[in-house]
């Protein structure tokens, strides 16, 4: 893939930092869903505490929220750990850049 040209090498620095953006998009679509959905059990959970109910019907709702809310802190690390090796190999790609230009 590599051919040593300059042109060539400013052109995939260009590209790398596309895909970063792209990734950072892909990560916020992902966490406004999350949020919708744990707003969502959460709403679902205090209609359902304000009227009279019986006990295990506010249990089941609990136990929806609490894993909303575990399932919102794992995508969130997900989310992190990619953003970091994304930026870890764009870094990576950069600086191999700018050594080929050095060497060109």
């Known amino acids: 893939m590599y051919k040593g040209k300059c042109a060539n090498d400013k052109y ?13 998009k892909e990560g916020k ?3 406004l869903l999350l949020m919708l959905s744990s ?6 959970w205090w209609g359902n505490r304000s009227r009279v109910l019986p006990h295990h019907h506010i249990y089941i709702h609990r136990l929806i929220l609490i894993l909303t809310l575990i399932l919102i802190l794992i995508f969130n ?3 992190n750990i990619n953003i970091n090796i994304g930026i870890g190999i764009g870094i990576n790609v950069n600086t191999m850049i700018i050594m080929s230009i050095r060497l060109c």
């Not at 995939?12 to 950072?24: A, H, K, M, P």
């Not at 707003?39 to 679902?44: D, I, R």
């Open 12 to 24: 995939i620095g260009s590209i790398t930092r596309y895909n970063l953006d792209q990734e950072r």
């Open 29 to 31: 679509k992902k966490l």
């Open 39 to 44: 707003s969502l059990s959460l709403s679902l």
């Open 77 to 79: 690390i997900n989310i």
